[in-house]
């Protein structure tokens, strides 16, 4: 049940990219993006549809299908649970809430949430959205048995049971360590402050005012509301349709549905600074000797072409998302992947990246 981060695609991507990076208008190839979709869909994944912008220029495309063994297309404007692509618009609000002063980054969470972590005195509330925290990640520790969990309802307190059982896994603020544990606290911390959970704070202050109205927080609902590709899992000798499940197993840090224009969208605002305050804005694209590839809720990569893309991909069972984009927002990718019964080799990823990405 464990929940990603972008340097799974990313990373693949980088391993072979060469060329030099461009902005030359209408420069992508949209034959090149579908052929590259085509092999992800012959190499693990049952479905997939993207989203390409680059500068005025848009365009959808797709492969696979929307159902193991039929032949019904994937929805271009289907939903999908965008995992970790969360943990964005969690920190997006965070910072607003600093911008507006009702939060200080460099404070420890124990002035918010007092009593909730043992070392809630050491930590502050930077250091959960960077992730170097030291806290564990509980998604380690979530039982491996899918079936038994599948719709099981989890609280956040049920979370960080599991992750403060745990000793850190170092000092506060002397490493990095992707955990889901740090957006869990951020999620609470904005309940605390706000007074309202942190689904209704995203709602007021991203989805409602950039009127994303596909993208929701799906609480207890374990379906997926709207037109949308199904996903597999091989449980023993059965094909398994998995796209129902309760995904409060993400919390707030991975729990959200969206689609590819809807996170079009956010990524464009968040890249252009539209929903913070300038400082706050720079805040969330500031790296560190400690933290070299994460910011607060964004991650960093540079291309072997030499072009850099921040953004966040996500994992959640059965789909894989990938929002990216150019450091100044105007070319932009954002992808979603169902799962293939026995999974697959992800080839097509480095050749989608490249294309949209390279020259």
Known sequence: MRIGVLGAVVALAASTLGGTATATPDRIDRQVVQQAIDKLARNGAAGVQVRVTDGRRTFTARAGTAEWGTTRPVPLDGRFRAGSVTKVFVATVVLQLVGEREVDLDAPVERYLPGLLPDGGRITVRMLLQQTSGLHDYADDVPDDFEAIRFKRWTPQEMLALATAEPLDFPPGTAWKYSNTNYVVAGLLIEKVTGLPYARAVEQRITTPLRLRDTSVPGDRTGIPGPHAHAYRRIGDRVVDITRLNASVGQAAGEMISTTADLDRFLGAVARGDLLKPAQAAEMTTFTAVSPGYGLGLEHEVLPCG??????????????????????GRTRLTASFTTSPDGGSGDGAQDLVSEVFCD
Do not use: K, Q
């Open 307 to 328: 072009a850099e893309v921040i953004g966040h991909s996500g994992i959640i069972p059965g789909f894989s998302t990938l929002m990216i984009g150019s450091a100044d």
